[in-house]
């Protein structure tokens, strides 16, 4: 760990608008808990910011099993926002957060544009948050959710309404789920996102041919894993056409180079999600493939590669 | 199969699991959670064995690797079994491959807790003598062991649970425990054979996982907390250990 620090003589700072993180690794929301159950596995310092599992109002209890499902190259999930609540969010888990040097993400979500304000506006008085993500792409969940992110004058209504309420920097979290996802992009970056992050998963589903019934309970549920990040690069790649706001790339990142595809194509972080799962080292493993790609090509600034896409 | 790892790998306590992942591998995606069957330590390594029934894609990449073949193993995760005092009788019940926790943990008690022999006894059920697995080393360990299989072919015919009912009246609560694992459908008539009954109860349960460490919130088990309401729980975080008695079944 030291020995890499002394090693690195390549900036990896990024700025996000106001956010700024000292490199582009970030988690992603549901994938790295609250951060504390990861603390023995990585140096949470080192990170470019933890983003938490998404955020209610009130706790709730969550999808019932069975809730994941391995499929070719992937997985399918459909937890369906099982959280503490805000309140013992802030309570129980932010001071120890607060612990460590690295920026703190909430990932918040609502039923109603109510619940979104309400949430923020607690995150915004708790010290130790220094953004917020509206996810309103979660496919999992009756109500809010993806069907806030589905509609372009939704998605800029919620952004609208948070944004109001906060001083935190905001990222909207986007879902795949739509027809045209440059539109909703561009509608929540005119109402005043700080930010947009893409791609949360996209909605499927897994028989079980014995049984004849789904393998999920909730018979459908979200997709990640490798097998999304085609899919992901082409939807970044859209929406970088379309607005001037900082993009953060997810889906499917497992490896240094795939996080690199994405910073070429113009997004300025990435997320880590599923990899999380399989190597609970990944964001550092692919943080410090990142800096070694850099030294063995000369590079001396991240920024000097971002956008670098040659189509 | 037995994994050779490095002396850093903690003592497992009876009940725990590891991770288990062919590496660079993206099909299968995830690793697979196996419950810690034994454990050695000698020199400068440390040595487990797994117990599984091929059952999907993973378990038959595993049954496919030859002597020598590199594993990703992350563990021992999760909570094992409580262990109450000695001098108490001792039940265990097992399933299939549900044995290989519940020998482990006998292994346990007899050397570390000094559980006297006499005071253990466990019933083996599976669902044909070929798939009756890790029977020998048990005998070295407990004298009492009832076998059963489904369809007859060793021991008693019938399962396990039904074999444990008829005995039941044996044991006095107050000074009995009982562990268990094995399939889904056999804790689930356990629970009810039990249900009314004051024997401390606590069984090891399986589910689909992808962390293993409690952040994806993915082998998610309906439980009665305290306040007597659902709440899921994590199995490997939280468990796999969980006393019966708590779990809600569908």
Not at chain 1, 18 to 34: D, I, Q, R
Not at chain 1, 50 to 56: D, F, P, R, Y
Not at chain 2, 95 to 118: N, V, W, Y
Request: glycine content about 10%.
């Amino acid at each position: 760990m030291d020995t890499m620090k002394t090693k690195t003589s390549v900036n990896m700072a990024v700025n996000l608008g106001k956010l700024k993180l000292k490199n582009p690794v970030m988690t992603a929301s549901g994938t790295f808990g609250y951060g504390e159950e990861y603390a023995d596995y990585v140096d949470l310092n080192r990170l470019g910011a933890i983003v938490v599992k998404g955020l209610s109002l009130k706790p709730r209890l969550g999808n019932p099993p069975p809730r994941i499902m391995e499929t070719a190259g992937g997985m399918l999930n459909a937890i369906g926002l099982q959280n503490i609540g805000v309140d013992a969010f802030i309570a129980e888990k932010l001071p120890f957060l607060q612990k460590f040097d690295v920026k703190v993400i909430a990932n918040i979500y609502g039923e109603t544009y109510g619940e979104y304000i309400k949430v923020a506006k607690k995150l915004s008085i708790a010290k130790g948050v220094h953004a917020l993500e509206i996810n309103i792409s979660c496919p999992n969940v009756k109500k809010g959710g993806v069907s806030f992110g589905s509609d372009p004058k939704t998605a800029a209504e919620v952004t609208r309404q948070v944004k109001d309420e906060t001083g935190l920097p905001v990222i909207v979290k986007l879902t795949p789920n739509v027809t045209d996802i440059a539109a909703i992009a561009q509608a929540v970056e005119k109402a005043g996102a700080d930010a947009i992050s893409l791609i949360n998963t996209l909605a499927g589903m897994s028989v079980d041919l014995k049984k004849r019934k789904p393998h999920l309970k909730n018979i459908t549920g979200g997709l990640s894993g490798p097998a999304i990040k085609p899919i992901a690069l082409r939807m970044v790649w859209q929406v970088l056409q379309r607005v001037s706001v900082p993009v953060i790339g997810i889906g499917g990142i497992m490896t240094t180079e795939d996080a690199l595809e994405f910073l070429i194509l113009g997004a300025k972080a990435i997320q880590i999600g599923t990899a999380n799962f399989i190597n609970p080292h990944a964001t550092i493993d692919i943080l410090e493939g990142m800096q070694n790609y850099l030294q063995c090509n000369k590079i001396k600034d991240i920024n000097q590669i971002i956008g670098t896409f040659q189509p | 199969m037995k994994v050779i790892l490095p002396a850093s790998f903690g003592e497992p306590q009876p009940g725990q699991f590891v991770m288990i992942r062919i590496s660079g591998l993206y099909e299968p995606l995830l690793a697979r959670p196996i419950s810690i069957y034994s454990f050695s330590r000698g020199g400068d390594s440390c040595a487990i064995e797994l117990l599984y029934s091929v059952v999907g894609k993973g378990t038959q990449i595993l049954a496919g690797l030859i002597s020598g073949s590199q594993v990703e193993i992350h563990g021992p995760l999760g909570h094992g079994f409580a262990i109450d005092e000695a001098g108490k009788n001792v039940i265990f019940i097992a399933g299939g491959m549900g044995i290989a926790p519940l020998s482990l943990l006998t292994e346990h008690l007899c050397r570390d807790k000094c559980f006297a022999q006499s005071a253990m006894t466990f019933y083996l059920g599976a669902k044909t003598a070929k798939a009756v697995v890790g029977l020998d080393k048990l005998q070295k360990l407990c004298y009492n062991i009832n076998v059963c299989t489904d369809d007859g072919t060793l021991g008693k015919k019938g399962l396990v649970t039904q074999v444990f009912q008829k005995d039941i009246k044996k044991y006095l609560p107050e000074n009995t425990a009982v562990y268990a694992c094995g399939p889904k459908e056999m804790l689930q008539s356990l629970a009810k054979i039990l249900s009314g009954s004051k024997f401390p109860s606590q069984v090891s349960l399986e589910e689909r996982m992808a962390c293993g460490i409690g952040a994806c919130l993915g082998c998610a088990v309906a439980i009665r907390n305290d306040k007597g309401a659902l709440a899921y729980q994590r199995v490997c975080a939280d468990g796999p250990v969980f006393n019966l008695g708590e779990i809600i079944w569908e």
